[in-house]
């Protein structure tokens, strides 16, 4: 069975603080992982891994993907209040085309 | 506009009642999909589809139905609906890579 885990489930921070969420995965046919922001409704995209090894970056937001020990991460570095939301991450599968979604991290960062 | 457009936004029904929720995109994506969210369970795959003649089953596709009326257009039905398909509702686009989400459709089953 194709899936996806995400932690922490949950997370609280102070403003400046720099956090590191988790995602792992174990799946039949791996094409990319993706990672979204959702505050009040729809899921906002952040970045793309297809690659491993590669760190894709955002300003403060930077990712990367090991496809060896099947896992990524999102780090943020000098948090803000407006970034708390739910961060989620999901693994495109190739051949169907079915994106699994991981449960999120919920984070909160406090002022 | 939105790229993605759900209707209706919420809705309040009650146990045993019909109810579907339409999904339309400007994107000209032939990749349509429908997620449902609960708390501490993320996204869950509900139905996906390629085209107007490609409908496929996602995880939790029980007690749901769905109809691809046209590349831009894809619905979801409840035929009876009950209490534990009360959630927030959400529609996806995608061509490769990236998808696109609609404001989602918050469901409430009484």
């Known amino acids: 069975e194709d899936k996806v885990v995400q932690s922490p489930l949950s997370l609280v921070v102070h403003e400046g603080d720099t956090v590191t969420l988790n995602c792992s995965y174990e799946?039949?046919?791996?094409?990319?992982l993706l990672w979204y922001k959702q505050e009040k409704k729809a899921p906002t995209f952040l970045f793309m891994l297809?690659?491993?090894?590669i760190e894709k970056k955002s300003g403060r937001l930077s990712s990367i993907l090991d496809k060896k020990e099947l896992f990524s991460i999102l780090n943020i570095t000098a948090t803000q209040t407006g970034d708390s939301a739910i961060y989620l991450c999901?693994?495109?599968?190739?051949?169907?085309?079915?994106?699994?979604f991981g449960t999120g991290t919920r984070l909160k960062v406090l002022a | 506009d939105a790229d993605v457009t759900q209707t209706p936004r919420n809705r309040i029904t009650k146990t045993g009642k019909r109810i579907m929720l339409e999904c339309s995109q400007t994107k000209g994506h032939d990749r349509m999909y429908w997620y449902r969210q609960d708390p501490g369970l993320g996204l869950r795959l509900i139905y996906y589809?390629?085209?107007?003649?490609?409908?496929n089953k996602g995880e939790i596709s029980d007690g749901y139905s769905v109809s691809r009326q046209a590349q831009a257009k894809f619905s979801l039905s409840l035929e009876s609906a009950i209490p534990n398909q009360t959630a927030l509702y959400f529609c996806?686009?995608?061509?490769?890579?990236?998808?696109?989400f609609g404001e989602g459709s918050r469901l409430t089953v009484l």
């Open positions: 297809t690659s491993s090894g």
């Open positions: 799946v039949t046919n791996f094409r990319s």
């Open positions: 999901a693994v495109e599968l190739s051949g169907t085309y079915k994106y699994i």
């Open positions: 589809s390629f085209d107007v003649k490609d409908i």
């Open positions: 996806a686009t995608g061509s490769t890579g990236e998808l696109f």
